[in-house]
């Protein structure tokens, strides 16, 4: 199994703000995957992030808006650019495990946007 | 479009079986998975179904019906601690999952 861990936990931010979080994976993974969350919500898939190509984004979600680095085999980030209340939300990552049925999420980055 | 449904709600009481149930419309995924999600925490993964079939799991079981567009799982001998959120995903060449709406289990004493 794969632990993740993701910077940071949670964070307040202004309207027209942008932050980014950064999520670290103990093993070395193919793919890692972005979801968003809103309390009592299911998990949107946002994009997949893979090492040396350009992330896959899901429809309603584009580059501009949600821009993703994956320098490494171990090492993804997400930012959430121009932000508004919209988008006050629970952003996790994942990876899969080796075989690709499985996936690991990290705990979570709780993001308010006032 | 991707469309997982599953029951918003479900109380049971500790000791019984509960069944939450997962109806898609959707084909081509590789296989059915069920993540537990507890309050504030992170999903984890519980059970996966790539055939048609029972997976068991110690107290919990897995279903999947593809003919039938239909997936559950059940779980035994309820606890208290398996009060949480229960969700169903489908898994598309492993590198695209989605997710159903998500069950909310209670489980009472």
């Known amino acids: 199994s794969a632990v993740i861990s993701q910077k940071p936990s949670r964070d307040i931010c202004q309207r027209g703000t942008s932050l980014t979080i950064q999520c670290q994976v103990d093993?070395?993974?193919?793919?890692m995957f972005w979801y968003r969350q809103q309390p009592g919500q299911s998990l949107t898939l946002i994009a997949t992030a893979n090492q040396g190509s350009e992330a896959t984004y899901e429809s309603g979600f584009v580059i501009d808006k949600f821009p993703i680095s994956r320098p490494n085999l171990t090492f993804s980030t997400l930012t959430v650019s121009n932000m508004s209340p919209e988008d006050s939300s629970i952003y996790l990552c994942s990876s899969t495990s080796g075989r690709g049925e499985t996936q690991y999420f990290g705990p979570g980055t709780r993001l308010l946007v006032l | 479009g991707q469309s997982l449904e599953q029951p918003s709600e479900v109380t049971a009481v500790e000791g019984a079986i509960v069944q939450i149930n997962c109806t898609y419309q959707t084909s081509g995924f590789y296989g059915l998975s069920w993540y537990q999600q507890h309050d504030g925490g992170a999903p984890t993964f519980l059970s996966y179904?790539?055939?048609?079939g029972l997976e068991e799991t110690g107290r919990f079981s897995s279903f999947l019906s593809r003919s039938d567009s239909y997936g559950y799982l059940l779980l035994q001998e309820l606890q208290m601690k398996d009060s949480a959120s229960y969700f169903c995903a489908v898994g598309y060449n492993f590198n695209k999952f989605y997710f159903g709406s998500g069950t909310k289990l209670n489980v009472k004493p």
């Open positions: 093993s070395q993974v193919t793919m």
């Open positions: 179904n790539a055939l048609d």
